[in-house]
Nanobody, 120 residues
Framework: QVQLVESGGGLVQAGGSLRLSCTAS????????MGWYRQAPGKQRELVAS???????NYADSVKGRFTISGDNAKKSVLLQMNSLKSEDTAVYYC??????????????WGQGTQVTVSS
């Protein structure tokens, strides 16, 4: 069974910082991309940032210059450093991994979600 364990959400004032962490279980033996998505109430889930196993990053326009994603292939983990947070960043953040278990096809895996609330 594949698990993505997230930590680091919480409540912060506008302009503050938070760091989200996600680690995939060892049963996910190959990971091609890891990233973070978010979903605010009444809105669709959207990509925040992603990083490939080769280190290529991708960011939503709304977070460029404020958020930084980094990954550790050996630890099967990804970090999202969020600075200069705004009220519109308030959402449930989900860790995502595109990868495969041994003998299975590549597919998306999701964490349980962590709440980020930015007060203005």
């Amino acid at each position: 069974q594949v698990q993505l364990v997230e930590s680091g959400g919480g409540l912060v004032q506008a302009g503050g910082s938070l760091r989200l962490s996600c680690t995939a279980s060892r049963s996910l033996f190959r990971i091609d991309v890891m990233g973070w998505y978010r979903q605010a109430p009444g809105k669709q889930r959207e990509l925040v940032a992603s990083i490939t196993s080769g280190g290529t990053t991708n960011y939503a326009d709304s977070v460029k210059g404020r958020f930084t994603i980094s990954g550790d292939n050996a630890k099967k983990s990804v970090l999202l450093q969020m600075n200069s947070l705004k009220s519109e960043d308030t959402a449930v953040y989900y860790c995502n991994a595109l990868g495969k278990r041994f003998g299975a096809e590549s597919r998306d895996y999701w964490g349980q979600g962590t709440q980020v609330t930015v007060s203005s």
